[in-house]
């Protein structure tokens, strides 16, 4: 179990953090997560064009969210939503390190807007089970010792994921060549590709 | 990032009308307060950076039914604007009869940025030129006409050396438009004065007026490319040279397409990426091959033709030799593919 402060908007935490309860104004997003169907949230105020309301689609949840048109995916899930298993790197398109699955294809969500998503999302959160089993790829990192530090890992597993979907998982050339955008400053590339290999396996057999 | 309002309009003629300026010929493009967003790679990172500063974007992400396909005819290829480089990469009819395409979209990038960069954008992709990306710099012809040019005296390992002038070295970053300009592609566009095809050697202008990078006006969008079949395009190939293997932009790249008769070339198309101020067609090193027999000794005659306008700076004057070294091993290993009979 995460820490609960954990499960916080940014902005509420931090209010936290500074002991700002007393009358500080937490404006996050106005969110209403909700079981599909019943959506009840607020739209955004008619007449402010910076604001939008956006209707996604995450980890098969339905969630509604009011947001500055600039805020994009990446933050709407870890500052909106609570979902921060994706991580912020560089936050320029760089790193991958904020890979989500967006209508099955990896996507950086730094470099897209909420405003823009249409198809379902699916982020490391969504990869394993309801029931906790993990997916062969998590699995996979764990047996292969392919992460140090871990900053990269929800990056480098929802993108390996599509790798071998996509069918580029065919020798370590071609792993190494499809998962370049996935940056590892502590460097386990090695272990990344055996992990790859390992849940390709599985993957293709179940 | 500054506030912006965001509008997905439905059609073209919407997109259009929504992203022209009220005065469309006083603006540089690139400067115009409605931008077109698909992929959004280029404009986001630049908006981050506060390079680029657009009031309003317009999602053309709608438009997909109508700009996103792939037809491959007899006599052309027609590309949506809207294609995803990752579809154009593993395209199959496109890997065998347009090798030197496919091959720019593979060798690009990376697998999620190709998933989400659409091929209208692409060619519309921006210098990587520090001076230019970071607005700290004072002095940047293409951010601030007549202030100057910070890579001039700078770090300038990456710049150009071919096509460029006193006021802009700026790099041309791509690989798609290297293949477009060597196959004579053309652009279709949709704009306020309506529809027009452009050859795509014609849609990139010249370090003249550095802020001015296209012959785009601001609302006009590219809605596809045409690529003419010829007897070249299955002989082709790209090759790109960079700092990493993977995942990097070119130092230096050559797009080939040969059309051969036994060992003797009847017509070559050459594109050169990396180490130009725009997508570089290198007339002179094809008129030095036409007719000529392809050996080591006329594809280097032909690579130092291509050269011989070169203007290095302190730190690219490598691009000079490198340039002409990726071409030679480009054109003969295209002259030395494998052909189905």
Redesign the interface.
């Known amino acids: 179990m995460p820490d609960k402060d954990d499960t916080l908007p940014d902005e509420a935490r931090r209010a936290l953090l500074k002991g700002a309860a007393a009358g500080a104004a937490i404006a996050p997003a106005m969110v209403v997560a909700s079981p599909a169907g019943a959506m009840a949230a607020p739209a955004a105020p008619p007449g402010n ?2 604001l ?1 309301t956006v209707d996604l689609t995450i980890n098969d949840r339905r969630e509604r969210v009011t947001v ?3 805020t ?1 995916l990446l933050d709407t899930l870890r500052n909106h939503l609570g979902l921060t298993g994706s991580k912020k790197g560089c ?3 760089q790193c ?1 390190a904020c ?1 989500v699955l967006v209508g099955g ?4 969500s730094c ?3 909420a ?2 998503v ?1 198809e379902a999302v699916t982020t490391i959160e969504g990869i394993a089970t309801a029931d906790g089993m993990l997916h062969p790829m998590q699995q996979a990192f764990i047996d292969q010792d392919a992460f140090q530090c871990g900053y990269c890992t929800p990056g480098q597993i929802v ?1 390996a994921i ?2 071998v979907r ?1 069918g ?1 998982a065919r020798s370590d050339d071609e792993i ?7 940056l590892c400053r502590c460097a386990a590339y090695p272990h990344i590709v055996a992990a790859i290999n390992q849940a390709k396996t599985q993957m293709e057999k179940a | ?1 500054r ?4 509008s ?1 309009p439905d059609d073209v003629a919407t997109a259009v009308r929504m992203a022209t300026p009220p005065m469309p010929k006083a603006i540089a493009p690139t400067s115009a307060p409605a931008q077109f ?1 698909a ?3 280029l404009i ?2 630049l908006m ?2 506060d390079t680029m500063r657009p009031e309003r ?1 317009v ?1 053309i ?1 709608g438009l997909a039914p109508a700009l996103g396909a792939i037809q491959s005819g007899p006599h052309a290829l027609r590309l949506g604007a809207l294609v995803r480089m ?1 579809q154009l990469a593993d395209d199959a009819t496109v890997n065998r009869d347009y090798p030197v395409i496919a091959q720019t979209m593979q060798l690009a ?5 190709r ?2 960069a659409s091929l209208g954008g692409n060619v519309l992709q921006r210098t990587r030129c520090q001076y230019f990306r970071d607005p700290s710099w004072q002095q940047c012809n293409k951010r601030h006409p007549g202030s100057g040019c910070a890579a001039l005296g700078g770090v300038n390992r990456k710049h150009a050396v071919l096509g460029v002038s006193d006021t802009c070295i700026a790099e041309y970053p791509g690989d798609f438009a290297q293949a477009l300009v060597a196959l004579g592609a053309s652009v279709e566009t949709q704009g306020p004065a309506g529809a027009r095809t452009i050859p795509f050697e014609r849609l990139h202008r010249g370090p003249d007026t550095p802020d001015v990078e296209t012959v785009l006006n601001p609302g006009e969008l590219i809605t596809g490319f045409v690529v003419p079949a010829g007897p070249w395009t299955r002989r082709s190939a790209y090759l790109k040279v960079r700092d ?4 990097a932009f070119a130092l230096a790249s050559a797009a080939v397409a040969l059309d051969m008769d036994g060992d003797t070339v009847r017509e070559a198309r050459i594109g050169l990426g990396g180490v130009a101020y725009r997508p570089w067609r290198a007339h002179e090193a094809e008129a030095a091959l036409k007719g000529k027999r392809l050996d080591a000794a006329t594809a280097t005659a032909a690579a130092r033709a291509a050269f011989a306008g070169a203007r290095p700076h302190e730190h690219n004057a490598y691009k000079v030799d490198l340039g002409q070294r990726t071409l030679v091993r480009a054109l003969l290993q295209v002259g030395r593919m494998e052909m189905p009979a």
């Open positions: 064009p910076h939008a500055d048109t600039r994009t936050d320029h398109g991958g890979t294809r990896r996507t950086l470099l897209t807007l405003t823009m249409r993108s599509a790798c996509e580029h190494r060549e499809y998962m370049s955008g996935n | 990032m506030p912006f309002a965001y997905r967003i992929g959004g790679t986001l990172d981050k950076l974007l999602d992400n990752s990038a990376a697998a999620q940025l998933n989400m990493r293997q993977s995942y």
